[in-house]
Every structure is written in structure tokens, then in C-alpha cells.
T-cell receptor, first 113, second 110 residues
Framework: DAGITQSPRHKVTETGTPVTLRCHQT?????MYWYRQDPGHGLRLIHY???????DKGEVSDGYSVSRSKTEDFLLTLESATSSQTSVYFC????????????FGPGTRLTVL | GNSVTQMEGPVTLSEEAFLTINCTYT??????LFWYVQYPGEGLQLLLK?????DKGSNKGFEATYRKETTSFHLEKGSVQVSDSAVYFC?????????FGTGTRLTVIP
């Protein structure tokens, strides 16, 4: 298994509160990704990183920010959580090639009340 | 642009039945194609992949062939087991990320 952990694994929070999810890898892979998984949508990309301090937006980036200050950690922040952000969040990592496989973490289930 | 269209589920089969899950794609060029599997309560695991036209990916009895002519990457298995019950995702590699289908839930009954 790829060395990817996500924390927390489950979180319940209230609308309007800030939330930070953490992804940690031990593989020294260059690329890291945050996806959300919702019924009927598969997985959709929120943000990704192609190196320390290098990030870019994905398909559904509104309401989310990210930071990567070290190779091994990629943080996803919901500045002010909304009920529409209730979802399962997956982190993934990839080495450098386009054809390379993305490896996924175990996921974080976030509920915003 | 890039997109993946995947067979709607859910699919319910008896043990030892033949499985096909259809996947077609739209893309510029010839991207790598993937099948991922998600078991209950877990993250996605790579099942198989193909990186160029006519390549066949295979793993654990599952197969899929990269068909450029029909822009398809259908997943097949000759004899499913109860342990194959999961959600299956077809995906296409874009320049910076993966584009996923909506997933197909497979349930195999004894």
C-alpha cells in the first residue's frame, strides 16, 4: 500500500466553522491531489499540488484553499464550512509521469450540520 | 475536453457469472486509462491500467482493452466472486489529474 494517511478520518462540524483536513505521504511523490466524492458525481478534483508551495485549482475549488509547505503534507481548508461541503474527501499522490498511477488515501468523511 | 461515461448501476450478478462494465471516453490525444475499485469504507485502489491503444490491462482476473476506434475501455471478468462486490470507477489521465466516471456498484450474490 502507498504510504498515505489522512486525518481526521471522520469529522462533524457546524456551518460557518473553519475545517482543515490533512494528507500525509511517506513516498516523496511530487504530485498531491484533493478530490471529493459525492453520489452521482464520481470523484471531482478540488485542488492539486505539483511541488512545495506550487498549487492549482481543480474543477470544484470554490470555498476551498490548500497549502503545501513540505513535500509530505498537503492541507485542505474550508474557510467557512457549508452543508454543500458535506462529502467524503480523498487525497491522492502521484510521481511525475502523466501515465503514472495515482494512489489514494483512505478518505475523510466530513459532515457539515 | 476530457470526460468519461460509465455504465449506470447498480449491477447484481450471481457468483461465477460473467461481468462487463462499459466505459467510453472523450479525450484529446491518447491518454492513459484506468480502472479503480473501491471496497466498502475504503479508498480507491488501482485495479488495472492501459497506457496506449490496443494495450490490455489485467489484474485479479479482470481485463480491459484500450480501444481507440470505439473510444472504450470496458471492464470484464469471466467469473465473479462475492468478494468482487465493490464500486468500480473508470478514469482517464488528463494533463494534471484524473477524470472519473460516476462509478458502478457491483453486488455479487452467492
Amino acid at each position: 500500500d502507498a504510504g498515505i494517511t489522512q486525518s481526521p478520518r471522520h469529522k462533524v462540524t457546524e456551518t460557518g466553522t473553519p475545517v482543515t483536513l490533512r494528507c500525509h505521504q511517506t513516498e516523496n511523490h511530487r504530485y498531491m491531489y484533493w478530490y471529493r466524492q459525492d453520489p452521482g458525481h464520481g470523484l471531482r478534483l478540488i485542488h492539486y499540488s505539483y511541488g512545495v508551495k506550487d498549487t492549482d485549482k481543480g474543477e470544484v475549488s470554490d470555498g476551498y484553499s490548500v497549502s503545501r509547505s513540505k513535500t509530505e503534507d498537503f492541507l485542505l481548508t474550508l474557510e467557512s464550512a457549508t452543508s454543500s461541503q458535506t462529502s467524503v474527501y480523498f487525497c491522492a499522490i502521484k510521481n511525475s509521469g502523466t501515465a503514472d498511477t495515482q494512489y489514494f488515501g483512505p478518505g475523510t468523511r466530513l459532515t457539515v450540520l | 475536453g476530457n470526460s468519461v461515461t460509465q455504465m449506470e448501476g447498480p449491477v447484481t450478478l450471481s457468483e461465477e457469472a460473467f461481468l462487463t462494465i462499459n466505459c467510453t471516453y472523450t479525450a484529446t490525444g491518447y491518454p492513459s486509462l484506468f480502472w479503480y475499485v473501491q471496497y466498502p469504507g475504503e479508498g480507491l485502489q488501482l485495479l488495472l491500467k492501459a497506457t496506449k491503444a490496443d494495450d490490455k490491462g489485467s489484474n485479479k482476473g479482470f481485463e480491459a482493452t484500450y480501444r481507440k476506434e470505439t473510444t472504450s475501455f470496458h471492464l470484464e471478468k469471466g467469473s465473479v466472486q462475492v468478494s468482487d462486490s465493490a464500486v468500480y470507477f473508470c478514469a482517464l489521465a488528463g494533463a494534471n489529474n484524473l477524470f472519473f466516471g460516476t462509478g458502478t456498484r457491483l453486488t455479487v450474490i452467492p
